[in-house]
C-alpha cells in the first residue's frame, strides 16, 4: 500500500482523511489528550473547563480546525497567557509555531538543542509526547469509523482508487482501519510520515489521474488547501453532520465525479463547509 508499489487502476482517484473525515477518533483524541495533557502539562487546573472549552473550539468546531498541534497549543496559550496567568515563554513558542518550516517532536528536540534554557520548548515536546502515550491508550470501542463511511469506500472503491491521504501517525491510521475492515478498500495509504497532504496529493497525480478526476474528501481547512494547490476537487465531511455527509458523497457527490458535473456542486459545497466552521 505504499505509494512506490501503487499502480493505477481506475481513471478516478479518491483521497480520504482519516481522523474527523472516515474516523471517528477526532473530538475523543482532544477531549481525552490533548486539552487535558496541556491543562497537566501546565498546571491550568483552576480554570480547567473553560480552557477546555476554548481548546476545542479552536481544534474542532471552528475555521482552525484540524490545525497544527504546535500552532493550536500557542494559539491556546497566548489567549490564557492574556485571561488566565502568565505563560513563560509564550512569545517564543508562537514565533517558533508560526515561522518554523517543520511543527514536530523532531524540530522541538533540534530548538531545545540550540536554546536549551527556553524551558517553554521542553514542555511543548513533554506535552506532545503525553498527547501521543495518551492516544495509545485509548480502548479500542472509542476508535470506530463514522456512519456510512465504510459503505462509502466500499461503493466508490468499485470504481475508482482510493487513496488514504492523513497527517496522522501510520501505524494509528493502520491500527484503526484495518480494525474495521477499512483497508479491505484501500490502494495506497500517504500519512505524515510522507510528508504534508499539498504534498502527497501531488505526488498521487504523477501516478497519472487527471485532477478533474481526483477528488479530496475531508473534514479540515487544511484538506480543501491541499485540494485546492493541487487543482483537485474538493468533498467535505461536515462537522457533526458525517454520516449524512457520507450518505450524500454516494447518493450525489461520487455519481457527479463520475460523470463530470462536479465543478459547479463542488462549489455549493465548499460554502457549506465554511458555514459549517461559522465562516
Known sequence: MKLSDHQKNHEFLICVDSDGCAMDTMDVKHFRCFGPCMVREW????W?????????????YTITRGINRFKGLAMA?????????PI????????????APELSNSA???????????????????????????????PDESKIPFPMAKEALEFAHKYADIAIVSSANLDAVLEEWEMHG?????????SQNDGSKAYCISELLKKGYEKDKVLMCGDAPGDLSAAEKNGVHFYPILVRQEC????????????RLIDGTYAEYGEIKKAQFYKNLGE
Open 48 to 60: 480547567e473547563k473553560e480552557i477546555l472549552d476554548r481548546w476545542n473550539e479552536i481544534n474542532l
Open 88 to 99: 513563560e515563554g509564550i512569545e517564543a513558542l508562537a514565533e517558533w509555531a508560526n515561522n
Open 108 to 138: 522541538l528536540n533540534e530548538i531545545i538543542s540550540k536554546r536549551p534554557d527556553e524551558a517553554v520548548f521542553k514542555k511543548a515536546l513533554s506535552w506532545s509526547i503525553s498527547v501521543n502515550e495518551a492516544i495509545t491508550r485509548l
Open 43 to 46: 498546571s491550568l487546573q483552576e
Open 77 to 85: 496559550l497566548s489567549e490564557i497567557n492574556r485571561k488566565y496567568c
Open 244 to 255: 449524512a455527509s457520507w450518505h450524500e458523497f454516494i447518493s450525489d457527490g461520487f455519481t
Open 182 to 190: 477499512l483497508l479491505a478498500h484501500v490502494d495506497v495509504i500517504m
